[in-house]
C-alpha cells in the first residue's frame, strides 16, 4: 500500500477526519497524473467485472470524475447501462436514473446535477465516493447517509450491487482509526489512484485473471 495521511492509533470521529483530508482530496484531485491512473485502475476493475449496470456520482470539489470511464465502458457493448443518483426528497434513499454521455441534466438536491430522463435502473455495481476509507474497505462519506439508507432499503429482492469506492490514496486512513458506526457497511474495493484494494467480498464477483494493485 501506498503512504496515508493516516497515522493515529486512536479512534478519531468522522467530523474531524473530514476536516483533516480536505486539503489532500483537492491536491489530489487538481492532479492530472493522479486522475489518469486512477482512471487507469478503475477501467481495469471494471474490465474484470461482470456489470450490466453501473451506478456511479457526479463529482464534486475534490472528486475523481468518472464521467469519461463509464462513457468508454458504455460504448463497449450497447446492452450496458449507466445512471446517476436522484434525491427525490432531503434524507431518502438515492434512486438511480439512466446516464448517457448526452442525458440533458437538472439541478437536483444539494445543487448537485443529475439526469432529467425518468428512467430508473438498478445498477449491480454502484462507484461511491469517498471523502476518506480504510483498510478493511469502510467509508468516510459526507455525513448525510444517502449510501447508507440507499443500501439499506435496496430494491431487486434483497441483491445488494458489488461497491466500489472511489478515493484518493492520500486519504487512505489506517484500520482501527476511523470511528465506526453500527449502520456502516464495508465495501467490496476501493480504487485509488495508487492501488485496487480488494477485501475477501470482491473474490466472488471478479474474472479469473490476476488484478494489479
Known amino acids: ?34 486522475n489518469a491512473s486512477l482512471q487507469a485502475r478503475l477501467e481495469a476493475l471494471i474490465g474484470q467485472l461482470a456489470a450490466h449496470a453501473i451506478g456511479f456520482y457526479w463529482p464534486l470539489r475534490g472528486e475523481f470524475d468518472a464521467r469519461a470511464a463509464i462513457a468508454s465502458w458504455l460504448a463497449g457493448d450497447p446492452a450496458r447501462r449507466a445512471a446517476l443518483p436522484v ?57 448525510g447517509g444517502y449510501y447508507d439508507r440507499t443500501l439499506a432499503a435496496w430494491p431487486g429482492g434483497g441483491a445488494l450491487p458489488v461497491t466500489v469506492g472511489i478515493a484518493w490514496e492520500a486519504c487512505r486512513i489506517d484500520a482501527g482509526v476511523l470511528e465506526r458506526e453500527a449502520h456502516d457497511l464495508p465495501l467490496d474495493a476501493v480504487v485509488t489512484d495508487a492501488a485496487t484494494h480488494l477485501t475477501v467480498r470482491m473474490a466472488p464477483h471478479l474474472e479469473p485473471r490476476r488484478l494489479r494493485g
Open 1 to 34: 500500500m501506498g503512504q496515508s495521511i493516516a497515522r493515529n492509533l486512536r479512534a478519531e470521529s468522522k467530523k474531524d477526519w473530514r476536516k483533516r483530508l480536505a486539503a489532500a482530496r483537492l491536491s489530489a484531485s487538481d492532479d492530472p497524473a493522479r
Open 87 to 143: 434525491i427525490a426528497a432531503r434524507h431518502t434513499p438515492l434512486d438511480f436514473h439512466l446516464w448517457t454521455p448526452d442525458t440533458p441534466m437538472r439541478e437536483g438536491h444539494h445543487g448537485i446535477p443529475e439526469p432529467a430522463s425518468s428512467q430508473h435502473v438498478i445498477p449491480d455495481l454502484l462507484l461511491v465516493p469517498c471523502v476518506g476509507f480504510d483498510a478493511d474497505g469502510y467509508r468516510l462519506g459526507y455525513g
